[in-house]
């Protein structure tokens, strides 16, 4: 049967694909904008006739129906990451947390400890040689279609299709529903004064030639604004975003320097604009690879001069970031953050970056305290921190001793903050 009529008989409408769902499955959803909005939407209808359903993913970036606590016995969504779409859910616990650093996420699906029964994603269209591209989320994705039972793809004209290992072959699709909505798309977050003078500091430490990996957030994105005048940068990342589109577009980002990959930008999912979209699609200059791949410490680190950028919510005067969560209450989720961290210590010249403002809720609390708050969830150790970035400056804590950490933490808080925290250090011995 040729590839068009395999694609002819595996077409239906989202309703017939939820049949493909059994009780008791655990459906696999990529990243963000991955996620298939024709198929979530008819799971959400015909939940309660289902039972003991989860639907796992890292980051949620719409509502769903079925995303409710008067239906979690019938379909529950499992985080693999909180966003503002599931945070509340997850603070209340009637949505599930399953905590584990990025790069891993397909090793627990190949190894079934994380279940994968059936996958649903968005997709590009079909090519000629019978593949489509999970280019938004390739991520833990692909390792699921290798498992799961039944693999449904949404097909939208609006997907690109990526170079790298992101393919699916429709010998190997379930069912194929149809929609023509345009993909999801995500602004750049909103850049304060605070954000920009963190980003400065940043910005001057990064050397041409570098290659970079920028999370989310308004403080990397405000690095990445301050990175146009830089040459020869590269890209291996998690997210592909606007910011470092706008970087291609300048010129800075050339890639040609990167001693891995070199002339590729690299990452395992997008989340952005239709004009970042547009530019992913067949691109011979951008590959989409799983997360094991993009952020493998090992891997990612055959990078030289690999600059890594990430936010955390609060930090102790060791170095110890709790990145997602607010004492025991759950925020967001471990991500890549010590992925990467990992990676730029191990790169040649490489730097990882933890960046935060020194405050919190118009300058009454501190993120830099003495001791992580109980129950804090940390996402980066002690032993792996590097860079320290507040808008008072930069603390490097890599190979200092306690008492040096807590010298150089303190001069980065906030001035109204000092005093307190020097008390503090010298109540634990750090001073």
Known sequence: MSFKNQYQSKLGSADDAISHVKNGDFIIVPTGVGEPPALLTALSEQRRRLRDVKVGQILAVRKFG???????????????????????????????????????????????????????????????????????????????????????????????????????????????????????????????????????????????????????GGIPDAVVMQLAHKHDLGVHTEMIGDGILTLVESGAITNRKKSYLPGKTVATFALG???????????????????????????????DKLMAINATLQIDLLGQCGSESLGHVPYSGTGGQADFVRAANRSRGGKAFIVLPSTAQND????????????????????????????????????KSAKQRAQEMIAIAHPDFRGELTEAAKKMQLL
């Open 364 to 399: 009454r609390l501190t993120r830099i305290v003495p001791t992580l708050a109980p129950g804090t969830h940390m996402s980066t150790s002690k032993n792996d921190i590097n860079y320290v970035v507040t808008e008072y400056g930069v603390a490097q804590l890599r190979g």
């Open 273 to 303: 604009s239709k004009k970042l979209y547009q530019f992913m699609d067949r691109n011979p200059a951008l590959e989409i690879h799983p997360v094991d791949f993009t952020n493998d410490p090992y891997l990612a680190a055959k990078n």
């Open 66 to 216: 079925y995303i409710d606590p008067e239906t979690v016995e019938h379909v529950r969504h499992v985080a693999f990451f909180f966003g503002a779409s599931t945070r509340a859910g997850g603070q209340a616990g009637w949505i599930d947390f399953i905590p584990s650093y990025f790069s891993e996420m397909p090793s627990l699906i190949e190894r079934g400890q994380i279940p994968a029964d059936v996958v649903f994603s968005i997709a590009s269209p079909m090519d000629q040689h019978g593949y489509f591209a999970l280019s938004l989320g390739a991520d833990y994705t692909m390792a699921a279609v290798a498992k799961a039972r039944a693999v449904v793809l949404e097909v939208n004209p609006n997907v690109p299709y990526a170079n790298g290992n992101c393919h699916v072959h429709i010998s190997q699709v379930a069912a194929l529903v149809e929609s023509t909505e345009p993909v999801m798309e995500v602004g750049l977050p909103k850049i304060g004064p605070v954000q920009v003078a963190i980003g400065k500091y940043v910005a001057d430490m990064i050397d041409d030639g570098s290659t970079l990996q920028i999370g989310y």
